[in-house]
């Protein structure tokens, strides 16, 4: 069980940003997928129709309609079975007088369904599958799968609108890399070392990059302040003298590869962003893949940092034109970015004494840990 899990709110933004029509929750026994089908649905369908399993350990498995209030047997425990996970004989006259009828119902009725959960059982009843299959077609699901493979388990995590969270494996392995070799010309001074709050602005970055949600990470900086206060705080840091924003970039990637060659992706964390939250790093980690980059957007659409890049990327990362960062392959990839709602005041940066004053007066809203 990975010792990471991403809050239920980061994992929702990140299905709802998606764009897909269903969730489906996968793992391990015992991992948490009912756990999380629980936390999830008062935001996102609480008064829909359940259709639930629940198992009396060497005896039966039940299946429960809640909104009929009707419940059967849909398997019995086999002594003469192997041993191992499946020791539950398929009673197909169970999903036929309970399952179907509710899947004919939440069909009928639109909206949102909830099963929980979608196992080997289901193997022995051909029409409740092509049933579930269905209902994809007119509803949206909910629903908790069995990390099993199965043909009818497969073909529902393949469906192209599904989004399968996979709580043995909630993100892949990410590095992230502070951004903090800026010169602060309109600040007038080193801005990642003011003070907010009773301590130094980069001091929140730092504290962002060193969650759990990330594999790897280190700091990039021309400043020998910033390198001490990363020491202090036992966080890794590269300090150099390069004068170019393609330096920093080449040069963070290239220290956090020699660390973690097996990296997906990297998030390109600027240290002077405040405002910004966990929450938010979580629901850009939790959809990341090789092959697409990832950055959040304010409510009207405009897009911001950090910014996520999957590791298809790190060649073009790692020879950038001279003088330019990460931008450059925004530019030449606007087919691979997706991007993820945000608060407006979690994207602001502070480019200013001004901007610094504003939030330290109340007028931005730092977050809360």
Request: proline share 9%; aromatic share 6%.
């Amino acid at each position: 069980m990975p010792a990471y899990r991403p809050a239920a709110s980061s994992i929702l933004r990140s299905f709802l940003a998606s764009g897909k029509r269903h969730l489906l929750l996968t793992g391990g026994r015992g991992s948490g997928k009912t756990t999380l089908l629980r936390a999830l649905m008062p935001s996102l369908c609480p008064d829909a129709p359940m259709l639930l399993t629940a198992a009396v350990p060497g005896r039966w498995v039940e299946m429960r309609d809640t909104a009929a209030g009707a419940a059967a047997v849909i398997g019995r425990f086999d002594a003469a079975l192997p041993p191992g996970e499946n020791r539950m004989r398929p009673v197909p006259a169970g999903f036929a007088a309970v399952g179907l009828p509710a899947l004919q119902r939440m069909a009928a009725g639109g909206g949102w369904a909830v099963l929980d959960e979608l196992g080997y059982l289901e193997s022995s009843c051909t029409d409740f599958q092509q049933s579930v299959l269905d209902l994809l077609k007119v509803c949206r699901v909910l629903a908790v799968v069995r990390k099993q493979d199965t043909p009818f388990l497969r073909a529902l995590c393949a469906d192209p609108d599904a989004f399968v969270y996979d709580l043995d494996c909630p993100v892949p392995p990410l590095g992230c890399i502070v951004m903090a070799s800026g010169l602060g010309r309109r600040f007038g001074g080193n801005k990642l070392m003011a003070e907010l709050n009773g301590r130094p602005l980069a001091a929140h970055a730092l504290a962002l990059a060193a969650a759990p949600v990330f594999a790897g990470r280190i700091a990039v900086t021309r400043s020998a302040e910033v390198e001490a206060l990363c020491r202090a705080g036992g966080f890794p840091v590269l300090r150099h003298a390069e004068p170019r924003r393609s330096d920093t970039v080449r040069l963070g990637l290239t220290a956090l590869l020699a660390q973690q060659p097996d990296l997906q992706g990297c998030v390109f964390l600027p240290g002077d962003q405040p405002c910004l939250t966990r929450q938010t790093l979580e629901a850009l980690a939790i959809g990341a893949a090789p092959d697409t980059i990832r950055r959040p957007a304010a409510p009207d659409g405009t897009p911001g940092s950090p910014v996520l890049f999957g590791r298809d990327y790190f060649t073009a990362l790692l020879h950038l034109p001279e003088g330019c960062g990460g931008s450059a392959v925004l530019r030449a990839h606007p087919q691979a970015v997706r991007l993820l709602p945000a608060p407006a005041a979690e994207l602001q940066d502070i480019d200013t004494r001004s901007d610094l004053e504003a939030l330290r007066g109340g007028k931005g809203q730092m977050p809360h840990f």
